[in-house]
């Protein structure tokens, strides 16, 4: 299973082999100001020519001078959306009579996705979900019925200002975990897809697309374009014993600094690949004949995620806050094996306050004593002054 | 042991004994509906479920008690009460409702919060009275506008302006079969993520109170491209000075903040606070 060389016209014509083989094809697509996933009916709706600029807090699109159908770092929201959804139907219960209660669904059959423009980090995100959901003894029927999705890998050519998947070890290039992956080859008049093939269902439907093998420079020119992505990440932290040197600053009164800015909003936790927190709510219809068992996503920021009788045991932000940061960071490993960040940045960009974990850590890292650099409280927020906000009316 | 005796059957079907449905519920529970000072706002979105609630082949006895009218029948098992306590006759009225109530729930803005018209708590009453008036002396009126809770015990609010009908539909549901209510506190950055909203603060910089606002509208604002105005008032944590120190460093000045905040919720007390402490600066005019 070498790699291929495909232009942008068998590009097309891999998509539409996709969609004769009924999956549901989901890629980027530009809506609402920003690059999110969404079902595409061809390659036309891939945002091409548009790229991002991301910093904390803030996320702005852009044209590029190319035509560039993947010239961006990844959106508001991961593909968890597919695999673990927002809300799902856990199960129905009908009351019958003389019999008592009956387990009645949910009988929806999971849809059969392709995920198309899925990067390295997203891929290593799915691997540590896929511990989550698959890996204890239980393993989640909804995610496992999701999870054979098709996935189409796109190297990374464009990383974005709040990502740091180099310091991760997660990207910009992904190894495996994909059944094809793409590098976007544009220069001039030339574009191309360099695709690599991670599986034999991979390689079966590369087989109905026109392609030439690639040569030594194909495979260097795109081997260039992650090596060059690499070099270009806009954040950076040194991951080496994080998960015991954050285990030692419990303490800090840097989480009180941080605790200031915080909203306690949930969004760093709702837009990250992997957090995997739900809630399990209950409610009936008008007459009390059915019951319906739901699961929603939850957060470590919401007083509920800690509800003990009595009281919620993370009662301030403070605890909120060192929750999450320590959880992604250090306690995952001891309870997945694995860190439960991989560097995507989606936290930073999407926090209404540009709360920026990697300049936490290193405040919550620096050395103390009088020397030690401070934060100051408008540290992390967005360095943009921009113009006034539009206050709604 | 034979084989046969550690067979354990089925687990999903449960057996209850049951009685006959007529039987079972020999009397309906009685839901009044009362008014205090409000747009009867959140009684059109009641109104609006009452084909759901009226085809629960009558489980309900609904009474309404759409003004300042009071019948002494009763006790009623649920009390839904609409709007604030403005006038002597109001705080007088909300008292007996809760004596002939086994639950008060109370239910939109005004009623949890004041509402609107607690503006009239950050002025001065009788100089309204006097410039909007032609005859003042035949208003009746308190300096203040006040949430129902500061005058009676509530057993559960409802939040919004207007509530919204799927959660007051829940949450009568939730009172009929005696169970907990699906309702959460928390944000309405949690429900724009769970919508799949972009968010308008980052992706276009607009101001948006969603931080700090209780959850219940399902992101209604942002969803239209609107940053949230804080009609389900305060969520169940909210920092803002955090957001107050947000939406200044995306331009916005304290007086403009100050008027964000000053609306439908302008007296929950974390708005509320939050406001005066600006104003206390003197940074901003009222
Ligand atoms: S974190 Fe890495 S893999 Fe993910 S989008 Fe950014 S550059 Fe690509
Ligand atoms: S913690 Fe932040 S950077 Fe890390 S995976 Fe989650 S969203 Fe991405
Ligand atoms: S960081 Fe919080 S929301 Fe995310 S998985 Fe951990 S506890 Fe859950
Ligand atoms: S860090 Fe940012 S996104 Fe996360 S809860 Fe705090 S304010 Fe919200
Ligand atoms: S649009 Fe407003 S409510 Fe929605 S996530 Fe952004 S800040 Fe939160």
Redesign the interface.
Same mark, same amino acid.
């Given at each position: 299973m070498g790699s291929v060389v495909i232009d942008r016209r068998g590009f097309e014509l891999l998509i539409a082999a996709l969609q004769s083989r009924d999956y549901k094809v989901v890629a980027p697509t530009a809506?609402?100001?920003?690059i999110?996933y969404d079902e595409i009916g061809g390659v036309s709706d891939l945002p091409a020519g548009l790229t991002d600029e991301q910093e904390a807090?803030?996320?702005?699109l852009w044209c590029r001078d190319d035509d560039a159908l993947f010239g961006y770092a990844v959106g508001?929201?991961s593909w968890k959306?597919y695999l673990f959804e927002?809300?799902t139907v856990v199960f129905r219960a009908q009351r019958v009579?003389?019999?008592?209660?009956?387990?009645a669904g949910p009988s929806d059959a999971a849809p059969r996705y392709a995920f198309v423009g899925v990067r390295s980090c997203e891929i290593a995100a799915i691997g540590i979900q896929d511990r989550v959901f698959l890996g204890g003894s239980h393993a989640d029927p909804h995610y496992r019925a999701r999870r054979d999705a098709f996935i189409v890998a796109v190297q990374c050519g464009e990383p974005g200002g709040t990502c740091f998947c180099a310091s991760m070890r997660t990207g910009p290039r992904a190894e495996a975990g994909f059944d094809l992956a793409l590098t976007e080859i544009v220069a001039g008049d030339r574009h191309e897809f360099v695709v690599e093939v991670g599986s034999s269902r991979g390689d079966d439907l590369l087989g109905q697309v026109p392609s030439r093998p690639a040569d030594s420079s194909d495979l260097g020119a795109a081997r260039a374009v992650t090596d060059s992505a690499s070099e270009r990440m806009g954040r950076r932290l040194d991951a080496d014993g994080l998960p015991e040197r954050l285990a030692a600053v419990l303490e800090h009164s840097h989480w009180d600094q941080v605790a200031?800015?915080?909203?306690?909003?949930?969004?760093c936790t709702?837009?990250c690949p992997t957090c995997f927190c739900s809630?399990v709510?209950?409610?009936?219809?008008?007459?009390?004949l059915e019951a319906t068992r739901?699961r929603?996503?939850d957060?470590c920021?919401?007083?509920?995620h800690s509800y003990l009788h009595g009281g919620s045991v993370r009662s301030t932000?403070r605890d909120r806050y060192r929750q999450w940061l320590t959880h992604k960071l250090s306690t995952w490993v001891a309870q997945f094996g694995t860190s439960g960040c991989v560097g995507c940045g989606r936290c930073i960009?999407?926090?209404?306050?540009g709360i920026d974990i990697t300049v936490e850590v290193q405040a919550l890292l620096a050395p103390l004593g009088p020397g030690r650099p401070t934060v100051s409280?408008?540290a992390g927020?967005?360095v943009e002054?921009?113009?006034?906000?539009?206050?709604?009316r | 042991m034979t084989r046969e005796a550690v067979v354990t059957p089925p687990v999903?079907?449960?057996?209850?004994p049951?009685l006959p449905e007529r039987q079972r519920a020999p009397r309906k529970p009685s839901v009044a509906v009362w008014k205090f000072s409000s747009c009867d706002g959140c009684q059109l979105t009641l109104l609006d479920c009452e084909d &759901?609630?009226l085809?629960?082949?009558g489980?309900v006895e609904l009474s309404y008690f759409l003004e300042a009218g009071f019948s002494s029948d009763g006790p009623y098992d649920l009390s839904l009460v609409e709007g604030s306590v403005t006038n002597e006759a109001d705080r007088r009225r909300i008292e007996r409702v809760r004596a002939v109530s086994k639950h008060l729930v109370t239910i939109g803005a005004c009623a949890t919060a004041g509402g609107i018209q607690a503006l009239r708590n950050f002025g001065d009453v009788e100089e309204f009275l006097s410039i909007v008036y032609a005859s003042p002396r035949l208003v009746e009126a308190l300096g203040e506008s006040t949430p129902i809770s500061a005058h009676v015990p509530v057993d559960y609010e409802l939040r919004g302006c207007p509530i919204t009908r799927a959660q007051l539909l829940?949450v009568v549901?939730a009172f009929?079969?005696g169970?907990?209510a699906?309702v959460?506190?928390?944000?309405v950055?949690?429900e +724009? !993520?769970?919508? =799949?909203?972009? +968010?308008v603060?980052?992706?276009?910089?607009?101001?948006?109170l =969603?931080?700090?606002t209780h959850a219940g509208c399902g992101a209604l604002?942002p969803s239209y !491209?609107? =940053?949230?105005?804080g009609c389900f008032g305060p969520m &169940?944590?909210?920092?803002l000075?955090?957001?107050i =120190? *947000?939406?200044n460093?995306? *331009?916005?000045d304290d007086g403009?903040v100050v008027?964000?905040l000053r609306s439908f919720n302008a007296a929950a007390p974390q708005f509320q606070a939050a406001t005066q402490a600006l104003i206390e600066m003197g940074e901003c005019p009222t």
């Amino acid at each position: 299973m070498g790699s291929v060389v495909i232009d942008r016209r068998g590009f097309e014509l891999l998509i539409a082999a996709l969609q004769s083989r009924d999956y549901k094809v989901v890629a980027p697509t530009a809506r609402d100001g920003a690059i999110a996933y969404d079902e595409i009916g061809g390659v036309s709706d891939l945002p091409a020519g548009l790229t991002d600029e991301q910093e904390a807090g803030s996320y702005r699109l852009w044209c590029r001078d190319d035509d560039a159908l993947f010239g961006y770092a990844v959106g508001p929201q991961s593909w968890k959306r597919y695999l673990f959804e927002p809300k799902t139907v856990v199960f129905r219960a009908q009351r019958v009579e003389r019999v008592g209660f009956v387990r009645a669904g949910p009988s929806d059959a999971a849809p059969r996705y392709a995920f198309v423009g899925v990067r390295s980090c997203e891929i290593a995100a799915i691997g540590i979900q896929d511990r989550v959901f698959l890996g204890g003894s239980h393993a989640d029927p909804h995610y496992r019925a999701r999870r054979d999705a098709f996935i189409v890998a796109v190297q990374c050519g464009e990383p974005g200002g709040t990502c740091f998947c180099a310091s991760m070890r997660t990207g910009p290039r992904a190894e495996a975990g994909f059944d094809l992956a793409l590098t976007e080859i544009v220069a001039g008049d030339r574009h191309e897809f360099v695709v690599e093939v991670g599986s034999s269902r991979g390689d079966d439907l590369l087989g109905q697309v026109p392609s030439r093998p690639a040569d030594s420079s194909d495979l260097g020119a795109a081997r260039a374009v992650t090596d060059s992505a690499s070099e270009r990440m806009g954040r950076r932290l040194d991951a080496d014993g994080l998960p015991e040197r954050l285990a030692a600053v419990l303490e800090h009164s840097h989480w009180d600094q941080v605790a200031s800015r915080c909203l306690g909003c949930t969004s760093c936790t709702l837009v990250c690949p992997t957090c995997f927190c739900s809630r399990v709510s209950d409610t009936t219809d008008l007459k009390g004949l059915e019951a319906t068992r739901t699961r929603t996503w939850d957060s470590c920021f919401t007083l509920g995620h800690s509800y003990l009788h009595g009281g919620s045991v993370r009662s301030t932000i403070r605890d909120r806050y060192r929750q999450w940061l320590t959880h992604k960071l250090s306690t995952w490993v001891a309870q997945f094996g694995t860190s439960g960040c991989v560097g995507c940045g989606r936290c930073i960009t999407w926090c209404p306050v540009g709360i920026d974990i990697t300049v936490e850590v290193q405040a919550l890292l620096a050395p103390l004593g009088p020397g030690r650099p401070t934060v100051s409280p408008g540290a992390g927020a967005p360095v943009e002054p921009a113009a006034p906000a539009e206050v709604p009316r | 042991m034979t084989r046969e005796a550690v067979v354990t059957p089925p687990v999903r079907e449960v057996p209850v004994p049951r009685l006959p449905e007529r039987q079972r519920a020999p009397r309906k529970p009685s839901v009044a509906v009362w008014k205090f000072s409000s747009c009867d706002g959140c009684q059109l979105t009641l109104l609006d479920c009452e084909d &759901e609630l009226l085809a629960v082949a009558g489980a309900v006895e609904l009474s309404y008690f759409l003004e300042a009218g009071f019948s002494s029948d009763g006790p009623y098992d649920l009390s839904l009460v609409e709007g604030s306590v403005t006038n002597e006759a109001d705080r007088r009225r909300i008292e007996r409702v809760r004596a002939v109530s086994k639950h008060l729930v109370t239910i939109g803005a005004c009623a949890t919060a004041g509402g609107i018209q607690a503006l009239r708590n950050f002025g001065d009453v009788e100089e309204f009275l006097s410039i909007v008036y032609a005859s003042p002396r035949l208003v009746e009126a308190l300096g203040e506008s006040t949430p129902i809770s500061a005058h009676v015990p509530v057993d559960y609010e409802l939040r919004g302006c207007p509530i919204t009908r799927a959660q007051l539909l829940e949450v009568v549901l939730a009172f009929l079969h005696g169970r907990r209510a699906d309702v959460v506190a928390s944000s309405v950055c949690s429900e +724009c !993520k769970l919508t =799949g909203n972009v +968010c308008v603060t980052v992706a276009d910089g607009m101001a948006c109170l =969603g931080p700090v606002t209780h959850a219940g509208c399902g992101a209604l604002c942002p969803s239209y !491209k609107r =940053g949230c105005y804080g009609c389900f008032g305060p969520m &169940e944590s909210p920092n803002l000075p955090a957001m107050i =120190g *947000g939406l200044n460093r995306r *331009g916005l000045d304290d007086g403009s903040v100050v008027r964000l905040l000053r609306s439908f919720n302008a007296a929950a007390p974390q708005f509320q606070a939050a406001t005066q402490a600006l104003i206390e600066m003197g940074e901003c005019p009222t």
